[in-house]
C-alpha cells in the first residue's frame, strides 16, 4: 500500500508556522474521522497517518511554548470520535490482520492508541460479554427467588399460568431473532389475555421487524389506547425492542420520552442501556445518573437502585477509560 503519510503533505497547502500546519492536519484528521464507514482501506490507513502527523505537530509546538488549547480540545474530540467508531474502521481497512501488517511496518514498538484499536475493540467486547455474563447470572437468580415465591404465594390460575408461559417463551424467541416463533407464541399468549397492552406490544414489535407495518401499528395503536399515554407506551416498547436486541430502535423511543416528559427517570434508564450495549458509554453514564436523579426526587427507589447498579457496573469494568479521554502521548 502506498505511504499515505506523502500523500497527505501533498494535499496539505504550505503553512507559515507549524500551528498554522496543525491547525490544517487536524481538519482534514476531523473529515476523514467523520467520514468512517464508507471508504476504503486507502483512506483508513491515511486517517492513522494523519494521527501520526498531528501528534508530531502537538509536540513540536507544545514544546516550542506554543498555546494549544484550542487546539487540543478539537484532538480529544476527534479522537474520541474515532475510538466510537473503531470497529467500522477497522472494517474498512481490512480486519485485525490488515491493521496488525501496517502496524509492523511503521510502528514495530511503542504504537500510539489509534494504531492499537484492533485490541482495544477485543478487549471491550471481552469485558462486555463476561458484564453480560455476570448479570444474566444475577437475573437468573432473582428469577428463580421470584418465581419460587410467585408459585407459593400467589398461585395464578391455569389461563393466567398459559399466558406467561406463551409470553416467555415469545420474549426468548424474539431475543434468539427466531420471528416466526415469537409471533406464534405472542399470538397464543392473546388468545388467554386479548387486549393486554404488553402483549400487543411483544407482538407488534415482532411484526415490525418482519416488516408487516401495517400490522404493527394497528397493534401498536391499541396498546397506546389501553396504556393511556404516549410517553408510556413508548416506554413498553423501547423495552421490548431491547429484548429484541434492536438498541437503535429502543434509543428512539426512549429519547422520544426524555423529549416528551424530560422528569421521567425511566426514560433516561432505557437509554443508558441502549447507549451502553451500543457501546456509546459516556452517554451512558450520563443517562443513568439522570435516571437516578429523576427516580430518587419521585420516591421511585427500585428504579433509583437500577441506574445506581448499572452505573456502577459502567464504572467499575469500562471497556475504555471513561474518566480520561486520550492524548497525544497515550
Request: negative net charge; aromatic residues 6%; glycine residues 6%.
Amino acid at each position: 500500500m502506498e505511504d499515505p503519510r506523502a500523500t497527505i503533505a501533498a494535499r496539505i497547502k504550505p503553512a507559515q508556522t507549524q500551528a498554522e500546519e496543525l491547525r490544517q492536519y487536524l481538519r482534514r484528521l476531523e473529515k476523514h474521522v467523520g467520514q468512517i464507514g464508507g471508504r476504503d482501506a486507502v483512506a483508513a490507513a491515511e486517517t492513522l497517518a494523519l494521527f501520526d502527523q498531528v501528534r508530531t505537530l502537538v509536540e513540536a509546538v507544545s514544546g516550542g511554548g506554543g498555546d494549544l488549547a484550542a487546539e487540543m480540545t478539537r484532538y480529544e474530540t476527534v479522537s474520541q470520535q474515532f475510538d466510537k467508531k473503531k470497529a467500522k474502521f477497522l472494517k474498512e481497512l481490512g480486519g485485525s490482520e490488515a491493521l496488525a501488517t501496517l502496524r509492523q511496518e511503521r510502528h514495530p514498538e511503542d504504537a500510539p492508541w489509534w494504531w492499537q484499536v484492533d485490541t482495544r475493540l477485543a478487549e471491550e467486547r471481552r469485558i462486555h460479554r463476561t458484564r453480560a455474563l455476570r448479570q444474566a447470572g444475577i437475573a437468573a437468580a432473582i428469577l428463580t427467588v421470584l418465581g419460587g415465591l410467585y408459585a407459593i404465594f400467589l398461585r395464578p390460575d391455569a389461563a393466567t399460568r398459559e399466558r406467561l408461559r406463551h409470553e416467555s417463551a415469545a420474549e426468548q424467541a424474539l431475543t434468539q431473532g427466531d420471528l416466526a416463533l415469537a409471533l406464534s407464541e405472542a399470538e397464543m399468549a392473546l388468545t388467554q389475555a386479548p387486549g393486554d397492552p404488553e402483549l400487543l406490544i411483544l407482538r407488534g414489535v415482532t411484526l415490525a421487524l418482519q416488516e408487516r407495518t401495517d400490522e404493527a401499528e394497528a397493534d401498536f395503536a391499541l396498546a397506546e389506547a389501553a396504556v393511556g399515554t404516549r410517553d408510556r407506551f413508548l416506554v413498553e416498547r423501547s423495552q421490548t425492542y431491547m429484548v429484541a436486541n434492536r438498541t437503535g430502535l429502543a434509543l428512539e423511543d426512549a429519547l422520544a420520552v426524555i423529549e416528551m416528559d424530560p422528569e421521567m427517570a425511566m426514560g433516561y434508564m432505557i437509554a443508558g442501556n441502549a447507549y451502553a450495549v451500543q457501546g456509546e458509554y459516556l452517554q451512558a453514564v450520563a443517562s443513568y445518573e439522570r435516571a437516578s436523579e429523576l427516580a430518587e426526587a419521585a420516591g421511585e427507589t427500585q428504579l433509583q437502585g437500577m441506574a445506581r447498579y448499572q452505573l456502577a457496573n459502567l464504572m467499575m469494568a469500562p471497556p475504555v477509560n471513561i474518566a480520561q479521554q486520550p492524548t497525544p502521548e497515550d
